[in-house]
């Protein structure tokens, strides 16, 4: 399915901000649920509506309502820096949670936690993490979502690389993807290039 670069001037200042080695960790933080916020105002682009009768102060009008349950699934540690953001948002949206990390050696992902949220099957889903690099990650959440039951899935990321954006086509055809930015390569040690480091350990200020 399709993949949408969301290449904002706001978000391309913010993003410029936390590729910077000497952002603190506020700042990134900051910079992160800001993204975040921004690109949700794409992303929920086709989020169905429905039209409800209101009173303003002056007449009956119709107005409209977001339709669907929305589920955000960060995958922990780093999607949890992107999800406040666009759950300000959305603020009805429940939170589902996935623990991966990605071993070292092998770069394969590891899961170490899932706690899905009621009626996902009916829901509108947005998985969330900031880095989409060899796609596993990304892929096993998917999954995961996919065996709770859900169906109509989208990835919202901070920075890509083609090869991630390749295996999630490659695994998951029916999900969207969006990124903020897509870098031009995946080093031997399984870091974007340039991306912007470890996004959890500078997300958490861990090492
Ligand atoms: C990072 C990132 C993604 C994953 C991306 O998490 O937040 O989840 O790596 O890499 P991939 O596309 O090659 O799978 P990490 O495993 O470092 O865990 P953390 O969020 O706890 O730091
Ligand atoms: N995970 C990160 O946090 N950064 C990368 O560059 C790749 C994977």
Not at 7 to 23: F, G, Q
Not at 64 to 91: F, H, K, N, S
Request: charged residues 25%; hydrophobic residues 40%; contains cysteine.
């Amino acid at each position: 399915m399709a993949l949408t670069v969301i290449d904002h001037p706001l978000i391309k200042d913010k993003l410029t901000r936390m590729r910077k080695s000497d952002t603190s960790s506020k700042d990134f933080r900051e910079n992160l649920n800001e993204i975040g916020q921004l690109m949700a105002y794409e992303v929920f682009r086709d989020v169905p509506l429905k039209e409800i009768e209101i009173e303003t102060p002056v007449s009956k009008t119709q107005g409209y309502t977001i339709d669907v349950p929305v589920v955000l699934i960060p995958i922990i540690r780093a999607g949890l820096g992107m999800t406040e953001g666009i759950q300000r948002l959305v603020p009805t949206s429940r939170i589902a949670h996935i623990g991966l990390y990605r071993d070292e050696e092998t770069l394969e992902p590891h899961q170490y936690y899932a706690k899905a949220t009621k009626d996902i099957d009916k829901s509108y889903v947005l998985v969330v993490d900031p880095m989409l690099a060899t796609g596993g990650s990304c892929s096993k959440a998917i999954s995961i979502a996919k065996e709770w039951g859900a169906k109509n899935i989208k990835f919202v990321c901070l920075v890509s690389v083609q090869e991630g954006v390749d295996r999630i086509q490659k695994d998951h055809p029916d999900v969207d993807i969006y990124t903020a930015a897509l870098d031009p390569i995946l080093n031997e040690d399984g870091y974007i290039v340039p991306g912007l480091g470890d996004a959890g350990d500078r997300i958490f200020g861990t090492k």
